[in-house]
């Protein structure tokens, strides 16, 4: 009987196989090897295909003309048959663009949590070495500190620039799901249209 916690020879030699299996995946779809630090990380064969996605040269241009786009002068349904395919094909392009934007938006938020994490970390650590000199001085109404205690000490010690980061983040965060919801009403616009081309060519 095989010790508690064990792993039968049987069943090792299959998870080694396992583990090669995935390895040659990865080989097949361009990685070839274990990336060493971030800068060797890759999407292989579609990295290119991510560049492509998140080459956009002015996305305030780009916003601004999903919005336009958006705001449809009429009513679609009084539109003839090429009337709708013309207004599909536009819809669906910019349904394209609202989409890619709004993937942007996301990185971008993204990159800015990250890089307001580090700032974020400097007050912790200031923050927390106060707390402890104060345990130590016996000034601290606690022997023990939280999370909260942590955050408390930061808004009070460093309040503007701690509002400040909370703003910018609030800020931040609603602008990219703003954006996300703009996609999403492109996107419902050339399905819409597109039910509406099908339907106008049945008739």
Avoid: C
């Amino acid at each position: 009987m095989e010790p508690r916690g064990s792993i039968a020879t049987d069943q090792l030699s299959d998870k080694v196989d396992e583990d090669e299996s995935r390895r040659d995946d990865a080989r097949r779809h361009g990685q070839a090897r274990a990336p060493k630090s971030a800068g060797d990380l890759t999407m292989g064969r579609h990295a290119r295909i991510v560049d492509h996605l998140f080459e956009v040269d002015d996305p305030m241009e780009v916003y601004e003309r999903v919005r336009a786009g958006l705001s449809f002068g009429g009513r679609a349904s009084s539109l003839g048959h090429g009337e709708l395919v013309d207004a599909l094909d536009e819809a669906q392009t910019l349904a394209t663009e609202a989409s890619r934007l709004s993937a942007n938006m996301k990185v971008a938020l993204r990159a800015f949590e990250l890089d307001a994490e580090v700032i974020r970390g400097a007050l912790r650590n200031q923050a927390t070495a106060d707390i402890r000199d104060q345990i130590t001085a016996g000034t601290f109404a606690k022997k023990t500190i939280n999370n909260d205690d942590i955050e408390a000490v930061m808004a009070q010690k460093f309040s503007d620039e701690y509002r400040d980061l909370e703003l910018r983040h609030s800020r931040a965060k609603r602008a990219a799901d703003a954006i996300e919801s703009l996609a999403e009403r492109a996107v419902d616009r050339a399905r819409d249209l597109r039910a509406m081309v099908s339907s106008s060519r049945s008739t």
